[in-house]
Each structure stands twice: as structure tokens, then as C-alpha cells.
């Protein structure tokens, strides 16, 4: 009897082995699954991470093509491909030796605009290669094409009221469009080519042409040599209401008075389309649409720390020199904004210049060289009061004052478009003009941003955006 109980106490001891080593297996086995799922489940939130931080470089794209609409006008093509590249550095995805250039933009017209020939207004497209990398395997890489359109914004001298003129003012291959009557028109010099005639193209004329009716219908035989093969309208003055030649005292200063025309390509409320016994406004200008691209404008002027707010019921002059707005240690933005909210009845007296590329521009930025150098682009908005541009300063890009007055004193430069309440040229000789270049260094916030199309780079999803393996 005590030896069978003797065997019987070794068949136990084996068993309590057996059941212990498929117990340490077990959970063995739990341990290793739950080790595997977490490091599964980590990976798929760095991936997340990644995706997220990606999506996120493409937002920063979109919003830096908003604010520098000629994005790529600043950088030197590539000797090889003749491609133009801008690199943004994406703060939300780790810096990684492999990937030099988290946010990429290109364009296929290398930045430049896009004038269809059928008629339609001028566009650029950008594509967009964001990549972002989480921990040492978790990669993302979107590619985005966005599409920029023009904003209802000018491309010319937009006057919401009277124009009066004196001095010796030129409006070169610019045309001004009036709502209100127009002054002293004689003082106008128009003749960009210098040969006499009145062949002078608009060369915002793509822009604005739907703006413009009239009886007859504007001269649309100019041409420029920088844009070969586009047929544009000649600059000119167009009103709803009288364009006087001298002043408005004697109805013989009208210039429908004149024969042969004293202004062949001008139209006024003499040359305006009747429809059923009414008369056709001669120019329509924009209002809430540009109020409305006025709004992005003043977020970038934050952004840049060029917002003044004046308004204070003092109904003053405020002179405004370089070193009011940080001039000349300021590091500027690419393409510069200054936003003012002022009374009606204050007067900014704006001296900095902006000179594109310039060493002796007041408002200059850190090129992709290293050189400080002119800022691409300027825009001044006033709100509420009225803007004078002092002798002496030269502008390139914009200038607003959508509820009072932009006044050129003296003598001065400005290459940009005008949108104002009513406009004069106070002594001096002022040229106000467009170039070719103006187009390649647009002001921030004329055009809108568009996304077309997105591709998340897989090897079985193609996109011609994304890289080479």
C-alpha cells in the first residue's frame, strides 16, 4: 500500500510540471501577442502622426502660395532641369537627413502665369510634394496640385469717384477705369512706346476687359513683345460719367468735343451701350469683392506685424517714415502688406519705398541667397482715411483706400494698381505704370488658392507629383 502511494506521488510531480510549463506557455504566448499588438497599434499611431504631419504641409503650402501668389519669383532654376523649387520647412514633422525638403513647391510653368489664349483670365498651378517621417519607418508623403485664380481685385487704376489731375502724370500700359467724372485729361501722358500714336497696350487688359462696354467698343489692337501672340486693349481712360480735357466749366472741354478725337481710345458716358432706352454703365468696378480680399490682406499684415490702427477721432496727419514701420533692420516678408484702419478725415503720409530686388529699397527681405535685398511686392491698404504718397517714393504693387483718397504728390514712381474713392496727382511728374515684371512678382492675396487634386504616395497609387522610387 505505502509503495503505490510512493509511484503515485511521482505521476503528480509530473503532472504539476506539465501543467506548469503549458501555463508559463500560455502566457508566454499572451505576453507576446499583447508585445506584438502594442507595437502594432504604435506603429499605426506613427503613422497617423506621420499622415497628419504631412496633410499639415500641404495647409502650410496652401496658405504660403495665399500669401506669395508668384511663389517661386525669388529662386534661381536648377542649372540642369531649368526648374525652379521652394523648400518650407514644416514644423510639425521631425527634422530627418533623408528627407532635405519636407514641404516642396514647383510649378509647371515654373511660377509663371498662365494667359490662356481663348480669352480667359491668367492662372499659375502649383504642385506640392509634403513629406513627414514618425520614428525610423513611419513615412508619409501627399502630393497636391493647387490652382490659383485671380481675386475681383485691380489690375489697373480702379477710381470709385472724381479724378483730378495736375503735374505732368504718365499712365503707362495701365488703363484707368472711373466711376465719376474725370479732370484735365490733357495732363495724361499715355505714350509708352514713344512713337505719338495711341498703340499702347493695357497690359492688366485680360483682368478687367468684361469690366468695360461701351459704343463703340473699346480698341482692342495693341500687343506687348512680352507676351507674344496676345491680343490686348490699348491703356486708356473709361468713365461712367464726362471726361473733361482741362476742367468741367465749358461743355468744349468734353473730349467727345474734339475732331478728330483728341483721345481715340477713351470712353465716357458719350460712348455708353443703350439697352431698351437706357444707358449702359461704361465700367463696372468691383466693391464687395474687393472689400472681401481686403479682409485676407489685413491677416497677413498681422501675421507680418504690419497692422496700424489709427482710428482715435483725432482726424490727423500721420507721417509715416521707414522707421515707423522698422525700416531699415526689419527683416521684411517676401511680398510685404501694411494694413491701416484711420478716421476719415486722417492723412497717412507714406514715405518708405519698396524697390523690387533693390539694395536701396526701404522695405527688404532675406532672399534665398542670403542677400537683403527689396521686398518682391508691397501692398498699403487704408481704411477709413486718406493716403498720400510722398515725392519721392517709389512703390511697386498695390495701393488702397476704398472709402477716401489716394493723392501722388510730386514726383514719384509707382508700379502697382490703384483701388481708391478718388484719386489725384498733386504736382510733380508721377508715373504710374505696369511692367511685364509687375506679373511675376504678384502682391499677396490677389489670387485664391485651389487644391485640384491629392495623392497619397503608395506604390499602387500614381501620381506624377510624388517621388521616384
Known amino acids: 500500500m505505502i509503495g503505490r502511494l510512493g509511484d503515485q506521488r511521482g505521476v503528480a510531480a509530473i503532472t504539476v510540471l506539465m501543467v506548469t510549463a503549458v501555463t508559463a506557455l500560455a502566457g508566454a504566448s499572451v505576453l507576446f501577442t499583447a508585445t ?12 497617423e502622426d506621420a499622415f497628419a504631419a504631412a496633410e499639415a504641409g500641404l495647409d502650410q503650402a496652401s496658405a504660403y502660395l495665399f500669401g506669395h501668389p508668384s511663389a517661386l519669383s525669388d529662386i534661381v532654376p536648377d542649372p540642369t532641369t531649368g526648374q525652379r523649387a521652394r523648400c518650407l520647412n514644416n514644423p510639425l514633422a521631425g527634422d530627418t537627413a533623408d528627407i532635405p525638403c519636407e514641404v516642396r513647391i514647383t510649378s509647371p510653368s515654373n511660377g509663371v502665369l498662365v494667359r490662356p489664349l481663348d480669352g480667359g483670365k491668367p492662372y499659375v498651378l502649383y504642385d506640392v510634394l509634403s513629406q513627414a517621417r514618425e520614428g525610423r519607418a513611419a513615412t508619409r508623403a501627399l502630393a497636391a496640385r493647387f490652382r490659383m485664380d ?7 487704376l480702379f477710381i470709385n469717384g472724381n ?3 495736375n503735374g505732368g502724370p504718365q499712365l503707362l500700359r495701365i488703363s484707368m477705369l472711373v466711376n465719376g467724372v474725370v479732370t484735365s485729361r490733357d495732363k495724361i501722358v499715355t505714350d509708352w512706346n514713344g512713337n505719338g500714336q495711341f498703340d499702347d497696350p493695357d497690359l492688366g487688359w485680360p483682368f478687367h476687359k468684361d469690366r468695360i462696354q461701351a459704343n463703340p467698343g473699346p480698341n482692342v489692337t495693341c500687343s506687348d ?36 478725337p483728341c483721345f481715340p481710345n477713351d470712353r465716357d458716358a458719350h460712348q455708353a ?27 497677413l499684415a498681422d501675421d507680418q506685424q504690419n497692422y496700424f490702427n489709427f482710428k482715435d477721432g483725432s482726424n490727423r496727419n500721420h507721417i509715416i517714415q521707414p522707421s515707423d514701420i522698422g525700416a531699415p533692420g526689419k527683416d521684411f ?8 484702419d484711420a478716421d476719415a478725415g486722417d492723412q497717412i503720409k507714406w514715405r518708405p519705398s519698396l524697390i523690387p530686388d533693390s539694395a536701396a529699397s526701404d522695405i527688404r527681405y532675406i532672399n534665398p541667397a542670403g542677400d537683403k535685398v527689396g521686398s518682391q511686392s508691397g501692398i498699403i491698404v487704408v481704411r477709413g482715411g486718406q493716403l498720400d504718397i510722398e515725392a519721392g517714393t517709389d512703390w511697386s504693387g498695390a495701393l488702397f483706400a476704398p472709402e477716401n483718397k489716394v493723392r501722388l504728390l510730386g514726383t514719384n514712381t509707382c508700379t502697382c494698381t490703384i483701388y481708391a474713392k478718388s484719386f489725384e496727382k498733386v504736382g510733380g511728374n508721377a508715373t504710374v505704370q505696369l511692367v511685364p515684371e509687375w506679373f511675376g512678382r504678384l502682391p499677396a492675396g490677389f489670387y485664391s488658392v485651389t487644391r485640384q487634386s491629392f495623392a497619397e504616395c503608395e506604390p499602387y497609387q500614381e501620381s506624377a507629383n510624388c517621388p521616384v522610387p
Open 36 to 47: 506584438a499588438e502594442l507595437d502594432i497599434g504604435a506603429r499605426d499611431r506613427r503613422a
Open 150 to 156: 485671380p481675386k475681383d481685385v485691380p489690375y489697373g
Open 163 to 165: 479724378v483730378d489731375l
Open 225 to 260: 513683345a512680352a507676351f507674344p501672340g496676345e491680343q490686348l486693349g490699348c491703356t486708356a481712360v473709361y468713365s461712367n460719367f464726362q471726361i473733361y480735357r482741362k476742367n468741367q466749366v465749358k461743355a468744349s472741354d468734353e473730349i467727345h468735343s474734339c475732331d478728330p
Open 273 to 299: 451701350v443703350v439697352i431698351n432706352g437706357a444707358p449702359q454703365p461704361v465700367v463696372s468696378l468691383p466693391d464687395t469683392d474687393v472689400l472681401e480680399a481686403m479682409e485676407g490682406m489685413k491677416q
Open 333 to 340: 516678408a517676401k511680398d510685404a502688406v501694411f494694413y491701416i
